[in-house]
């Protein structure tokens, strides 16, 4: 069965899952690891939580909701 096609709507969202398709992230590490700001990463995140792309878990861990590991 093929997977869907996951569209992400700009290069934020794209480096932000890209990052979480490698591993599971704390909020601080995918700053760290990006080049965006503290507020683009947060509003990144709010956007694919709400697209049910990612997911927070306790201690401001972010999963990716997709299996692409």
Known sequence: M???EIKLDND???QVFSLLSL?????D????NSDLSPAQ???TLLKLELRDLVRLLSGKIYVSN???K
Not at 23 to 27: F, S, W
């Open 12 to 14: 934020k969202e794209r």
């Open 23 to 27: 591993e599971d992230l704390h909020i």
């Open 2 to 4: 093929d997977k869907p």
């Open 41 to 43: 990463v947060s509003a």
């Open 66 to 68: 997709c299996d692409t």
């Open 29 to 32: 590490r995918l700053i760290e």
